[in-house]
């Protein structure tokens, strides 16, 4: 039996569960040539809410049109997105348009997802993440005590002294989600900053598997190559700077970091001492699933862990392993130095 990972979810929908049509046409796909900017889109949605009051002026009128046209454009040409939240009319905008990876295995020609754990869905996408709001409205219901946070994102978080390529002042690092209490003053605001951390994958671009798809008539087979979620990547190169830079400031002021994975991204690391309460974290980690539920076109995200730990604790799983003694180390250094 020969294991591999594949594509799990396609443009937002299983890809078993799709047609070989679909399969196809998604193959085809190419992805943002028609889509609208973020601006133009809330542009949009101002003169749609003035034009039902009869409140727009005739340049406003003209402007609305051309928007409208574009929207019908994007509609007829972009695959929308069904997990983004953000915007009124979300597209895809990841190249390929996969969500996510999934372990298959091939027993005799027949392909199978591989069952437990090591077959769950690996998010690929962040977006994945956002779906229905659901895992913001249980950060904020949780920790901030209102299950209807505001999401504000893109936070200045780092200000540069001033070098080579940036100004005294200038933003060189943000905090990409913060959720407010809108029911706190602005006196004393009530928020905490969440990281969401997809996985990286490594191996050969999807594009041979996508014209695969196409040449076999739209069959979804067992891919032709190998490829993997990358953890080392995306955990210890990527999310593990992002929290020595920020949560060591959020402690000082008192505020905790909610870091969102999915559950075998978290099993990936090491092993993390956890403490008993939230008061005595800084990182709480919040695990979620992927589940297939019967009647849905479209897999639910479920929160299926929460695990409070301090910063110090977070990096060692990360890092996910021990150093050798140094006796081990440098009998390495002679077999290699023989070599």
């Known amino acids: ?22 399969r196809i046409a998604f193959a085809k796909h190419k992805v943002g040539g028609s889509a609208m900017t973020k601006s133009d889109l809330r542009r949009l949605l101002l003169l749609e809410d003035k034009f039902s009051r009869g ?38 905008t990841k190249p390929g348009g996969v969500c996510s ?18 077959g769950k869905i690996r998010a690929l996408c962040p977006y994945r993440f956002h779906q229905m709001n659901k895992v913001f409205q249980f950060i904020g219901k949780t920790i901030l005590g209102n299950e209807s946070p505001s999401q504000v994102r893109e936070i200045g978080f780092l200000q540069s002294t ?11 690092g943000r905090i990409d989600m913060v959720l407010v209490d809108r029911n706190s003053g602005d006196s004393n605001i009530r928020w905490v900053a969440v990281e969401i951390q997809a996985v ?32 080392r990547s995306s955990g210890p190169k990527r999310l593990m700077p992002q929290l020595q830079i920020k949560v060591p400031t959020l402690r000082r002021w008192g505020k905790k970091m909610v870091i969102v994975v999915d559950q075998p991204f978290f099993l990936s690391m090491g092993e993390m001492r956890k403490v008993s309460d939230i008061t005595d974290s800084d990182i709480v980690w919040c695990v979620v699933d992927f589940i297939n539920t019967v009647g849905s076109k ?17 990096i060692e799983g990360l890092t996910g392993g021990t150093p050798v003694s140094l006796g081990e180390f440098e009998e390495r250094i002679c077999l290699k130095n023989q070599a």
């Open 298 to 314: 479209i897999n639910q995200i479920e929160i299926i862990d929460t695990f409070y730990t301090t910063l110090e604790s977070a």
């Open 101 to 118: 990876l999934q372990l298959y295995s091939d027993t005799n020609g027949r392909l199978d997802v591989v069952n437990g754990v090591r």
């Open 162 to 172: 001033g070098n080579l390529d940036s100004s005294p002042g200038e933003d060189v």
């Open 200 to 231: 990286y994958f490594s191996g050969p671009e999807m594009k041979t598997e996508f014209t695969n798809i196409i040449d076999s008539g739209g069959v979804f087979s067992f891919p032709l190559k190998i490829r993997r979620p990358d953890y």
């Open 55 to 92: 409140k727009l002026s005739t340049a406003e009128a003209e402007r609305l049109e051309v928007l409208r046209k574009r929207l019908d454009k994007q509609n007829q040409n972009e695959k929308i997105c069904p997990f983004r939240t953000d915007l009124a009319h979300p597209t895809c």
């Open 1 to 22: 039996m020969t294991e591999r990972f594949h594509i799990s979810e396609w443009y937002g929908r299983p890809v078993l569960n799709l047609t070989d049509e679909e």
